[in-house]
């Protein structure tokens, strides 16, 4: 193990580790343009510069490997006169358009240039012309002008997605980022190469000019995409929602976790947050001859839980049917389970698939699953009955069905759900299902509660509130909470945690950085 | 010093381009000897030669044979330099196009000292003629059996392929040869692994420039110990030096090492074009420091020449004489390297092409005298802060430029116009 000294402290590093791994292992961020711990190493934007003891260079620290009393000096007046000379040429073609790049607040020029920066420039001459704003794709927005060579976008698409769409082209300093003949960056993981640019080069074509960045505040989170459940961070603006027509999600970010989706998160979870802030069910209905009308909670808890005892007490608890859905958090299929299976002794349970189609799936993230919580499901006790249970709804049998989030749109099963005397609907957008129900209860988006899911190898992750609830809609922990008062059967789960604490016997707090998975601890509740 | 040719012996003799010639008058009996040693020894006596790489870095080459791992279980692979653009520089189109089959013979004796069974010719896409005489050469060869799967009819096996470049002078540096060779963008690779490790297909490889590889036939023929005792200490045997510029008789002269730049410009080259003063000499190539007319008595190898801040380098040596202008010289040259600048890191890419456009706005009198601290200061940050060495040989012709003639530029900037030493000397 060799032992190094960056800046006069001493660090023990696994042989091969290179100085900039070791000095983040202190602490010491040293600025870099081309590297990128989920990259091949580039050496070539040559900012990470450092002054190693006798050495008469300097040397980059991304590809400079850790020796055994090696002393680095990364803040030495050579390393960074060294910086500020790379951070000078870089600047030179620059536009130093920063007023009306997307980029700023967020750019690594900006950010080096506090330490690095000349302040004087000395650059006299004409800045190289390229092209400007062009998109090279349904979501990346290329500025030639902007970009600095540092390879990590052509580098992610040989390496990570593989699908080779965007090269260097020519020589010297007319050498551009481009798509190479006949492609477009059209592939499955595009959006990553905006996370990964250091600057304002490539942007979000979506994203671009809603929102200065440093209005954004951001929370940590799960993709409800698919059964992947990468680890993302949903950027979310409260207080201007004016400025981008009521949205108040403006983008996701991925987060990293080297268990789940390493640095990268793909284009169908990027781009499809859409339902958050679209098309949401705002308040409670009660249905009528006209379609849904709004309803305050009380009315609309009171009919639902009348329904459902008026059909356990008359017809018996066979008579009540629940279809819950991979959508919801552990938290709320352990609550739906211990109000609806262990306390009124419901049998008619089931977890259903909501997609027909299975999503695509590839090697990289993409997984055929679009359920962010199957496997939580399944671990807390819910089976996959839904097609007997509705044959049972058609036949007469069911007399209230309490559906979680699902749209029935083939016409076997509206059949079904016209011939049960009440469907309870719960859910978070308006659909055919909830149009035709007798009573919505309004659920929260998993942006605006707290909770976890257990993804495809049951690593069990949370996502955090970052908004909420929006206008009269309430968490589903919530509404379970309060239907269960009103059946007899208080839970007495007063939040995410208490239930996620019923469940697995520990708190939040437990959980590891990056997940835990399910069978890491056997007290499995229900 | 007189002129020793050893691998310009038969420059000029039309013959000596096809085999039955060649072989009657000498051809291959290098290869032969040395496939009659082991290949221990043969890097034995080409360590005893001081044999220095030739293309312009200077490495000695025994040494670096010396690092390709024998035991890896990959092929060792030969690649040879072909690829001569430094401007200036035209000495190894003399060996491709006058005596081929020496080159071929040098590649067979390093292919012996190696273990190599492919070596591949890098050769300069410009280079028509010298590829069409080199690929007549090897195909000569492959048909006598000297080439191919049995190696002068003994049971070694050697293909050589010839690799036309596309026009890049970056491709020329040896690790960017190899992306190219690749098919890949020839960008260097950052060191380490050098390629004696980690080469060409992820194979331990051998580069060598022409030059270097078409003096082994005598090295092993008359000894590495007579090769040493040609030149001066550690830079053994003669080298070609591509004179050009100012001189009468500019061309390509095979001195031993060590032989002083002033006899090369003056007995060689036969003095300064049209009786004029000398007033600078860019000693080996393109990306060498410049000397100024009294710096000529230094001897030409590599050594010596690193002693006085510049470098033998390609042995492409440009006279330059008391007419013509440093800042326009020096523009000329900014303008090849930033033109020829691969792009791949900062430095280079950006330094590059803007101290060419300080120098131009100069030249249109446009200057101003901050510039020149500016282009000292940039001399400063190019240097040793690349990927490879393009940016360091950009640095070099401009930080001896600016320095020694500082008076030239602060001419060009205050009057407009180029400074002449006469002028000023009858204004005076």
């Known amino acids: ?443 929260a988006v998993h942006a605006e509660k707290d909770g976890t899911f257990a993804n495809f190898e049951g690593r069990i992750q949370r996502f955090r509130q970052a908004l909420l609830p929006l206008e009269d809609s309430r968490a589903d922990l919530d509404i379970l909470n309060d239907l269960a008062d009103r059946l007899g059967q208080p839970l007495a789960f007063h939040d995410a945690e208490s239930v996620f604490h019923a469940w697995r016997r520990m708190t939040y707090s437990e959980l590891d950085e990056y997940g835990m998975l399910l069978t890491e601890k056997s007290e499995v509740g229900a | 010093m007189p002129e020793v040719k050893l691998v310009s012996e038969h420059f000029g003799n039309e013959l000596a381009r096809g085999l039955k010639w060649r072989l009657q008058n000498g051809g291959y009996e290098g290869a032969k000897k040395a496939m009659a040693m082991s290949p221990d020894e043969v890097v034995e006596e080409v360590t005893q030669s001081y044999l220095r790489g030739l293309g312009g870095a200077g490495f000695p080459t025994g040494r670096k044979w010396s690092f390709v791992p024998r035991d890896t279980g990959k092929p060792i692979y030969l690649c040879v330099n072909a690829d001569e653009a430094e401007p200036g520089t035209f000495k190894d189109r003399y060996i491709l196009e006058w005596d081929p089959h020496l080159l071929i013979e040098g590649i067979i004796i390093c292919a012996h000292a190696l273990g190599i069974e492919t070596a591949y010719i890098y050769i300069r896409g410009e280079y028509v003629q010298p590829y069409e005489r080199l690929q007549k050469a090897v195909d000569e060869a492959y048909e006598a059996g000297i080439l191919g799967k049995k190696v002068l009819g003994g049971d070694v096996k050697l293909d050589v392929f010839i690799h036309r470049g596309a026009g890049a002078y970056i491709c020329g540096e040896e690790t960017a040869l190899l992306e190219s060779i690749e098919g890949k963008k020839g960008w260097p690779r950052l060191k380490p692994p050098f390629p004696a490790v980690v080469g060409l297909f992820g194979c331990p490889t051998v580069i060598n420039n022409v030059e270097t590889i078409s003096h082994l036939p005598k090295i092993i023929l008359k000894g590495g110990r007579w090769f040493a005792d040609i030149g001066v200490e550690r830079n053994g045997g003669t080298r070609l030096f591509a004179l050009s510029g100012s001189v009468n008789r500019p061309g390509v002269y095979e001195l031993p090492m060590g032989t002083p730049l002033r006899e090369l410009i003056f007995d060689r080259g036969e003095g300064v074009l049209g009786g004029r003063k000398l007033k600078a000499v860019i000693p080996g190539g393109a990306s060498a420091a410049l000397l100024t007319a009294d710096e000529i008595d230094a001897p030409l190898d590599f050594d010596s020449m690193a002693k006085i801040g510049t470098m033998l380098g390609s042995g492409a040596v440009i006279a330059i004489d008391e007419s013509v202008c440093i800042v326009q010289t020096l523009h000329n040259l900014e303008h090849f390297f930033s033109h020829e600048s691969c792009g791949q890191c900062t430095p280079c890419r950006e330094g590059t092409g803007w101290v060419f456009k300080i120098l131009g706005r100069i030249i249109e009198g446009n200057g101003r005298l901050s510039d020149l601290d500016t282009l000292r200061s940039l001399a400063e940050n190019m240097t040793g802060t690349s990927i490879c060495a393009l940016c360091d040989g950009a640095a070099m012709p401009l930080r001896s430029c600016v320095q020694k003639f500082f008076h030239e530029f602060e001419h060009y900037i205050r009057y407009k116009k180029p400074y002449s030493e006469r002028r000023e000397a009858a204004s005076a």
């Open chain 1, 1 to 443: 193990m060799p032992t190094i000294t960056i800046d006069g402290q001493q660090v023990n590093v696994a042989p091969g580790t290179t100085v900039i791994q070791a000095a983040e292992k202190l602490g010491v961020y040293i600025p870099r343009y081309c590297y990128h711990p989920g990259l091949s190493v580039a050496g070539s934007c040559r900012m990470c510069l450092v002054e190693v003891e006798n050495m008469p260079k300097l040397q980059i620290s991304c590809y400079t490997q850790a020796q055994d009393g090696m002393k680095i000096g990364t803040r030495s007046e050579k390393a960074i006169q060294g910086r500020q000379a790379m951070l000078e040429f870089l600047l030179i073609n620059h536009p130093l358009d920063c007023p009306v790049c997307d980029q700023s607040g967020e750019c690594d020029l900006q950010n080096f240039y506090m330490e690095h920066g000349r302040y004087q420039s000395r650059f006299m001459e004409d800045k190289i012309k390229r092209k400007k704003a062009y998109a090279i794709g349904s979501h990346v927005v290329l500025d030639q002008e902007r970009c600095i060579l540092c390879t990590r976008c052509t580098r992610f698409t040989e390496e990570i997605s593989r699908t080779h769409e965007l090269g260097v082209f020519s020589r010297g300093n007319r050498s551009v980022i481009d798509l190479f003949p006949g492609k477009t960056l059209d592939n499955p993981y595009s959006g990553n190469v905006i996370d990964i640019c250091p600057v304002g080069a490539l942007t979000e074509r979506q994203f671009r000019f809603k929102c200065r960045v440093w209005y954004l505040r951001q929370e940590e989170s799960i993709c409800t995409g698919c059964s992947r459940g990468c680890n993302i961070a949903i950027h979310f603006n409260p207080t201007r929602r004016y400025k981008a027509g009521g949205r108040r999600v403006q983008r996701l970010k991925p987060r990293f976790n080297p268990e789940v989706n390493s640095w990268w998160m793909c284009d169908y979870g990027r781009f499809g947050f859409e339902f958050i802030d679209r098309n949401r069910i705002e308040r409670p209905q009660l249905g009528s001859d006209h379609g849904p009308q709004p309803a305050d909670w009380e009315a609309a808890l009171d009919a639902a839980a009348a329904a459902i005892r008026e059909a356990i007490d008359e017809h018996g608890p066979q008579s009540v049917g629940v279809i819950a859905s991979p959508q919801m958090s552990n938290e709320e299929l352990f609550a739906a389970y211990e109000l609806f299976h262990n306390r009124l002794g419901l049998t008619r349970l089931a977890l259903r698939n909501p997609w027909e189609e299975a999503g695509p799936e590839d090697e990289l993230l993409l997984k055929a699953d679009r359920n962010p919580n199957a496997m939580g499901g399944e671990s807390i006790g819910w089976t996959e009955a839904a097609d007997a249970l509705l044959r049972e709804a058609g036949s007469g049998r069911v007399q209230v069905l309490f559906i979680f989030r699902h749209e029935f749109s083939n016409a076997e099963a509206i059949e079904s759900l016209n011939s049960a005397a009440f469907v309870i609907y719960q859910g978070t957008n308006w659909n055919q299902t909830a149009k035709t129900a007798d009573v919505v209860l309004a659920g």
